[in-house]
């Protein structure tokens, strides 16, 4: 995948090598970083005989209006995959760590007391605590919330939400973390075994 930001250097999304070309086709890339280059080659030209070829570099930078302005500053979508990820696969309760099937997400108001399904609600839990909070919230369960839930930035998203990340792009979103991740300080090789 090819990482896309707006032309202030902002991370925005992840798209395939082909949509990268396109950009660069119709000259919609400002300018591109990173170490990788990726070399694609096309058919033949019956004129010339000459196999066309593009080059499309592992992070660029889209011009102006390629990129919805609205994308650039919404909420990322919320879905397990990516809280388990948030959480580093850490009960939010007992504080181990667990296989993706071993968690659920846990609604620290519950749902049934009004409590939103929004990342500032939610946290990782493992079946055990999250059968034994039930639908209460920790204070009424008697259960210590081990660490505070928060909403990931965009670069975070987009390593929440890549399992390939390249070292090169990884450097470039771990540039770009809030305070507050827990992926601060974390390695791709972390990422990619997580």
Avoid at 118 to 125: E, G, L, Q, S
Avoid at 129 to 154: I, S
Wanted: with cysteine.
């Amino acid at each position: 995948m090819i990482l896309t930001l707006d032309m202030f250097g902002q991370p925005h999304r992840w798209v395939t090598w082909q949509h990268a070309l396109f950009y660069y086709s119709k000259n919609l890339v400002a300018w591109d970083a990173g170490e990788q280059c990726f070399t694609f080659v096309g058919g033949y030209s019956r004129l010339t005989g000459r196999r066309s070829e593009m080059t499309a570099n592992s992070i660029i930078a889209i011009k102006g209006r390629a990129l919805h302005p609205r994308s650039l500053h919404q909420t990322p979508p919320l879905s397990n995959r990516e809280l388990f990820h948030r959480d580093r696969q850490i009960c939010g309760y007992c504080g181990d760590t667990f296989s993706t099937t071993r968690l659920t997400r846990d609604h620290i108001k519950p749902v049934s007391q009004g409590g939103a399904d929004i990342w500032m609600n939610v946290v990782t839990a493992c079946r055990n605590c999250n059968q034994r909070k039930a639908g209460r919230t920790p204070e009424q369960a008697h259960m210590l919330l081990l660490y505070a839930p928060y909403v990931p930035n965009k670069a975070e998203y987009l390593i929440l939400s890549n399992r390939n990340i390249l070292t090169d792009q990884m450097d470039f979103l771990a540039r770009h973390l809030p305070a507050q991740s827990r992926w601060r300080g974390a390695t791709h090789l972390d990422h990619a075994t997580a």
